[in-house]
């Protein structure tokens, strides 16, 4: 098989590596490559032991990471900096602020992410542009001889490398061979026994732990105290550490502890970073004849939310200057008030890294790098592309009139209705289903909405359909999407549907005034997604919204499945 990969590399045309993905970036094209990775255990697809992610006999064991890394030079060791990213919502956004805070400063930022939306190259980032197809597939080619070595080692012994560790080795090795300046590195599974733990702590900046709550829940150890310290597994003696804002009372407690256990600094990113609303989130146009559109080119208001930070303590210190509290306006392409949390770690995390040397990271990078900063799946707004191609028309056409020349339409003919909005969001948790019903409210505050609804089979079905009540949709449709390719940890549509109804009994119903929602379950998304869009029709009101959520696995398959226009 790796001769396979290695021929197929150096065979490989040249135009191929120049196919963009449904995102922008590059799609990994290798069926050699993808293969080869393949032979690995695919925890993602298969689902985690129990304990795993614990510090016990039953976690996964690092040693079989660092004798890889070790084959492979110790890549890790070469980066000048490093941030590591634990937490059980919001590393992904956090990790995607500070990178973008590091480039705004001139710095070369690598990003290590997981999982992908629509493509393995997302994973690995340099400068904001994931990894080509033909860059990873000669990153395999040159490493993949030493890669089948340490497997067979591990093997001898009894040990099985897995598909995560291999990717994330690829990703170390990638950084170095890049030089970057800085590695911003999301934990894939807890901490204290990822993967991604072995940085090296003469270039660890910072360790920074996002809300920790209940997802995992199995392979963490159950209870939110355990999840907690598998979290606070990251962080090392004398080693920096940024806390984010703590739903849970007795994970803090938990986290501090550690921290005071190692003699680690602690940034408490809510009292050092703090937002006040300098506008709110404003709904877009309804209509494609009015207001801006993003096909225009025009940035509808929905796009951005305005804030004023202020910030003290030893934030302040290290951007601003000892004795100098810092505010400035800023604004952010990620949405809701639960961005503003993850902005104030990452802000806190680049103070950290300024103190580590990289002193460039002020605070016109840090506004930069906040207002630069997006996430797929994350409140992703997008239109169908045919409403996109009518606003764009409608939108040319106005300005051909302003200029005094004909519209190419009939004076006072309206043009067609545009479809619903879509919108994006890999909201798997109870906490950050709240944060989307809240934040699809504030945006779109009287808007019909028609939910389609997947997920995987592990997760907390009941609570998220609780929260995900709370926007009163028109339509539920339920559906399922594979899981990392594969259908082992797919819940069934009934089963969500049962969640849903469950939801409803425990809840106490519907509020009196509220809306009826229907529910309905569709055996594919693409279906799914369509029969929203006509039960969004038959309501002849404003422009509704189809909303994906329940996955980031959801969130991909409409991305590589549906013909949308992100906004």
């Given amino acids: 098989m790796l001769r396979a990969v290695q021929q197929w590399v150096a065979a490989r045309p040249a135009s191929a590596a120049a196919a963009a993905g449904p995102l922008g970036g590059a799609r990994l094209y290798s069926a050699a490559a993808l293969a080869w990775l393949e032979r690995f255990v695919n925890y993602e697809r298969k689902g985690v032991p129990a304990a795993a992610g614990t510090d016990s006999d039953s976690g996964f064991d690092l040693g079989r990471m660092r004798r890889l890394l070790a084959d492979l030079g110790d890549p890790q060791a070469a980066w000048p900096a490093a941030v590591h990213v634990a937490g059980t919502k919001g ?34 980032s340099v400068g904001g542009a994931p990894i080509s197809d033909a860059a990873l597939d000669a990153l395999v080619a040159r490493h993949a001889a030493a890669i089948e070595a340490a497997a067979e080692r591990e093997a001898a012994a009894g040990q099985a490398l897995s598909h995560f560790e291999i990717v994330t080795a690829l990703a170390f090795k990638h950084f170095q061979e890049q030089q970057v300046d800085a590695a911003v590195i999301e934990v894939g599974l807890g901490g204290v026994r990822d993967a991604t733990n072995v940085l090296q702590p003469a270039s660890l900046a910072a360790a920074v732990v996002t809300a920790v709550g209940h997802d995992h829940a199995a392979a963490l150890g159950g209870t939110i105290e355990r999840i907690a310290a598998a979290k606070a597994g990251i962080m090392q003696a004398g080693r920096p550490v940024v806390l984010g804002r703590q739903p849970e009372a007795s994970a803090q407690t938990v986290l501090l502890a550690r921290a005071e256990e190692l003699g680690s600094p602690v940034t408490q990113a809510p009292a050092d970073v703090q937002f006040s609303a300098a506008a709110s989130t404003a709904a ?46 800023v604004r952010l392409r990620l949405l809701g008030e639960h961005q503003l949390d993850n902005a104030a770690a990452a802000v806190a995390a680049a103070a950290r890294l300024r103190q580590h040397g990289l002193e460039r990271i002020d605070l016109q990078a840090v506004a930069a790098g906040l207002e630069a900063a997006t996430l797929p799946g994350r409140f992703q707004l997008c239109q169908f592309q045919e409403d996109a191609d009518a606003a764009a028309a409608a939108a040319a056409a106005a300005a051909r009139a302003a200029q005094g020349g004909s519209s190419g339409g009939v004076a006072g003919e ?12 890999g909201a798997h948790t109870p906490e950050s289903a709240a944060a989307l019903a809240r934040t699809l409210r504030q945006a779109f505050p009287t ?55 469950a939801a409803a009994i425990l809840g106490g119903g519907r509020t009196k005034g509220g809306v009826r929602t229907r529910e309905l379950i569709q055996a594919s998304l693409t279906a799914a997604v369509e029969k929203a869009r006509m039960e969004l029709k038959a309501q002849r009101t404003e422009r509704g919204v189809v909303l994906v959520c ?18």
């Fill in 91 to 124: 590393k992904g956004s956090t990790v995607a602020m500070l990178a973008a805070i590091l480039r705004a400063a001139g710095y070369k930022a690598g990003a290590y992410t997981s999982p992908h939306i629509t493509c393995l190259n997302e994973r690995i």
């Fill in 284 to 329: 877009v146009p309804t209509s494609s004849s009015g207001g801006s559109s993003p096909s225009s080119g025009a940035v509808p208001a929905l796009l951005w939310q305005q804030a004023r930070m202020a910030l003290s303590g030893q934030t302040a210190a290290a951007l601003a200057g000892p004795g100098k509290p810092a505010e400035l306006d």
């Fill in 414 to 425: 309206a043009g067609p209705e545009p479809g619903p909005w879509v919108v994006l969001d």
């Fill in 447 to 501: 808007a019909p909405v028609a939910l389609v609804v997947a997920m995987a089979e592990d997760k907390q079905h009941r609570e998220i359909c609780q929260e995900l009540r709370a926007i009163h949709p028109h339509v539920a449709i339920f559906t399922s999407v594979p899981i990392a390719g594969g259908a082992a940890r797919c819940a069934g549509p009934g089963q969500l549907a049962g969640a849903w109804q």
């Fill in 550 to 567: 329940g996955s980031l696995h959801a969130v991909g398959a409409a991305l590589a499945q549906l013909p949308l226009v992100p906004c």
